[in-house]
């Protein structure tokens, strides 16, 4: 009986190492943040990146202010008169973008808008942020950003400086193991 149960222990164990070894060797597919190490290590060329689809990881706000309301000044009281018109723009986490430009081998002009290839944002790799491609700004001030999209130029939160960019990556590699769980070895008599 105790050589039946260890050796149901033993089978039950090889079995549990079999299926990890299993799952782990599989091919998986899913999203991957796009560094400056993979794209070195991907050794993608500059014509081979324009047909990578790239992925936004969080929401991108762009706004400006197209007219602001008069202020005056009236009996030593500022006084505003009329409302703000913004424009807005929000790029929402997971939308596609490919390259349409690139000025730098490290900066990337990436096109979200499925109508006007000038209207791009520029990625590179942040030492901010664990050299992820991350959205550049013209200038970052505290508050906020201020980046070119299209023909105008437009203002962004500074939470913004942390948008990266995501690639559908596969891993092919397998690794295949083989395990033997020797029984052990006794003082013969």
């Known amino acids: 009986m105790k050589s039946t149960l260890k050796s149901s222990l033993y089978f039950l164990s090889f079995s549990v190492v079999v299926s990890l070894v ?26 081979k990146i324009k047909h990578v ?10 706004y400006r202010v197209l007219k602001s309301g008069d ?7 500022l006084i505003k008169r009329g409302g703000n018109r913004v424009e807005q723009i929000v790029l929402k986490s997971g939308t596609p973008g490919v390259v349409v430009f690139m000025p730098e ?16 944002l520029m990625f590179g790799p ?7 491609y991350s959205l550049l700004a013209e200038k970052w001030e505290s508050k906020t950003g ?15 400086a942390y948008a990266s960019l995501l690639v559908d990556y596969k891993d092919v590699s397998s690794t295949k ?5 020797p029984e052990g070895r006794t003082i013969e008599d």
């Open 71 to 77: 202020t005056r000044l009236k009996e030593g009281k």
């Open 53 to 62: 689809q790239f992925y936004l990881d969080r929401d991108i706000v762009l």
């Open 146 to 160: 201020i980046v070119t999209y299209g023909p105008n130029k437009w203002k962004t939160p500074a939470s913004s």
């Open 22 to 47: 299993a799952a782990c060797g599989s091919t998986s597919r899913s999203q991957r943040v796009f560094t400056e190490r993979l794209y070195r290590e991907s050794g993608l060329t500059s014509d």
């Open 105 to 120: 081998e490290d900066r990337l002009g990436i096109c979200f808008d499925p109508k006007n290839s000038h209207n791009y």
């Open 126 to 132: 942040s030492k901010d942020n664990h050299n992820r």
């Open 177 to 181: 193991y083989r395990t033997v769980s």
